[in-house]
């Protein structure tokens, strides 16, 4: 654990609606395992989540998280008579649209005045459901003077509804507040865009569902990282055999976000970085004043990267609805998953004898015995 102190640690949250309770439960285990972050990164639930956790003391983290799920989750309790696949598909698939017909309390609402397609309305509103109840629950739960003040980095992304770009809020260069929070969690056309400084935002995952190249792109050249990222859809799936599995199917790929694309670069512009810093040792002493090397040396390091993936996995009985199903037994099952995620990778013999590659990038999947 001594060298795992001498990193820079940074915990990356995809985003996925009620499927955050996966992250919830995975960063309890990573709180028991002893492992500190400076830098947090999320987009939508994944923001939602990382607000909760910066913006509270260390020990007070996991019980808030607790309290903001259980808040969510607090409309269905039942419970599903069985376990079996076409029970828990029944019973799941009601207990979204009980979601969709009722909202999520301390979430979102239906709006008492639904708006009514292709009629103008005040921007505010341009959204099948109310979200003021999230900021108020935000409010209650995270101490933003606490999150802009905190030595862990917080940054989360969302996209401008008019120009159609990225945009990232990050402590480090802004003064985050409930309404940043909200924008990356704005999922059109369910919730209405996010007025912040005279422009409106959506959630983040209309671009990008992960914010690991933003990550990955800001990290310092001479520190080495540690990136946990906690992705809430898996890329790799099985090929579909219904309509149904199509559309389950197409959201994972298009929300999985690229999280592999993004390490095969990075493992190609490390191996460059890396061979500019070996190659300075082999040059004659008259070009290593050169303005041109100069130039490359700045972008030269030896720094290790260790990327750790951990993926929640769809089960059988699980459908396309399943980030809007908010049901408390779902909930509790994929907090436990995400426990026994981090277990499983903690305990695991390829990351207790895990040694950093100087220049390199070393990249883990451990949750379910994968090894990428």
Request: glycine share 8%; charged share 25%; hydrophobic share 35%.
């Amino acid at each position: 654990m001594e060298q795992l102190r001498k990193e820079k640690m940074a915990l990356v949250l995809q985003g996925g609606g009620a499927l955050g309770s996966y992250q919830a439960g995975a960063y309890e285990a990573l709180r028991e395992g002893a492992l500190n972050f400076d830098w947090v990164a999320g987009i939508s639930i994944g923001a939602i989540n990382g607000a909760i956790i910066c913006g509270n003391p260390p020990g007070r983290r996991v019980a808030r998280l607790r309290e903001f799920w259980a808040q969510t989750s607090s409309n269905l309790l039942a419970r599903p008579l069985s376990n079996d696949e076409a029970t828990r598909r029944l019973f799941n698939e009601a207990s979204a649209a009980m979601t969709a017909a009722f909202g999520v309390p301390g979430f979102f609402a239906p709006r008492s005045s639904p708006q009514l397609f292709g009629l103008p309305c005040k921007t505010s509103e341009l959204g099948v459901y109310d979200t003021r109840g999230l900021r108020e629950t935000l409010v209650s739960l995270v101490d933003f003077d606490l999150l802009n003040a905190s030595e862990t980095r917080y940054s989360i992304g969302a996209v401008n509804a008019r120009t159609g770009n990225f945009q990232y809020f990050d402590t480090n260069y802004h003064k985050i507040g409930p309404d940043h929070v909200m924008a990356s969690g704005a999922l059109p056309p369910g919730f209405p865009p996010i007025e912040i400084e005279g422009e409106y935002y959506w959630d983040g995952g209309i671009v990008s569902n992960s914010p690991l190249q933003y990550v990955l792109d800001f990290e310092g050249t001479d520190d080495d990282y540690c990136v946990f990222q906690l992705d809430l859809f898996s890329a790799r799936g099985e090929l579909p055999k219904t309509l149904f599995d199509v559309a389950q199917r197409e959201k994972d790929i298009r929300y999985s976000s690229r999280t592999r694309l993004n390490t095969d670069m990075l493992r190609e512009k490390r191996g460059l970085r890396s061979a500019i810093k070996r190659l300075c040792a082999k040059l004659p002493a008259e070009l290593r004043e050169d303005p041109d090397w100069c130039s490359l040396m700045e972008k030269g390091t030896e720094a290790a990267t260790t990327i750790v993936h951990l993926i929640h996995r769809r089960a059988v009985y699980e459908t396309a609805s399943r980030d809007y199903e908010f049901s408390r037994h779902t909930m509790e099952q994929n907090w436990a998953d995400g426990r026994n995620d981090v277990e499983r990778t903690l305990s695991h013999p390829a990351w207790v004898h895990r040694k950093r590659l100087a220049g390199g990038v070393q990249v883990f999947d451990l949750g379910h015995e994968a090894r990428i």
